[in-house]
C-alpha cells in the first residue's frame, strides 16, 4: 500500500532552520505531484508548497515563499521542504501528500497523505 513517511521536524529558535523529508512506497513517486501542508492546533490544515513531478514547477503560500524550499529526488523517492527564517507562526504540524493533479493548493486533490511530523519553533 501507499506510504508516505516524514521526517525531520523538531525545536528550533526564530530564525532557524529546518529540513522536513518524506520517504514515499507503493506508488510511482515520479508520477505525482508532491506538497506539504500544515496544521496549527486549533486550526485548519492549510497548504504549504507544491512540486509537479518532474521538479521543474513549484508553487509557495504567500506566507512561507521566499523562506521555504521544496524539491525532489525521483531516485530516492523523496520530497523536501527547505523551511529557513524560521517563525513561531510556523509552528504546526506539517505533511506530506502525493496528488495526481499536475498543480494543486487544494487539500481535495491530493490521495494520499503522510502521519505528520511536528515542528515547533521558539521565540
Known amino acids: 500500500q501507499v506510504q508516505l513517511v516524514e521526517s525531520g521536524g523538531g525545536l528550533v529558535q526564530a530564525g532557524g532552520s529546518l529540513r522536513l523529508s518524506c520517504a514515499a512506497s507503493?506508488?510511482?513517486?515520479?508520477?505525482?505531484?508532491m506538497g506539504w501542508f500544515r496544521q496549527a492546533p486549533g486550526k485548519e490544515r492549510e497548504f504549504v508548497a507544491t512540486?509537479?513531478?518532474?521538479?521543474?514547477?513549484?508553487y509557495y503560500a504567500d506566507s512561507v515563499k521566499g523562506r521555504f524550499t521544496i524539491s525532489r529526488d525521483n531516485a530516492k523517492n523523496r520530497v523536501y521542504l527547505q523551511m529557513n527564517s524560521l517563525k513561531p507562526e510556523d509552528t504546526a504540524v506539517y505533511y506530506c501528500a502525493a496528488s495526481g493533479s499536475y498543480r494543486s493548493t487544494l487539500i481535495s486533490e491530493y490521495n494520499y497523505w503522510g502521519q505528520g511530523t511536528q515542528v515547533t519553533v521558539s521565540s
Open positions: 512540486i509537479n513531478w518532474s521538479g521543474g514547477n513549484t
Open positions: 507503493g506508488l510511482t513517486f515520479s508520477s505525482y505531484t
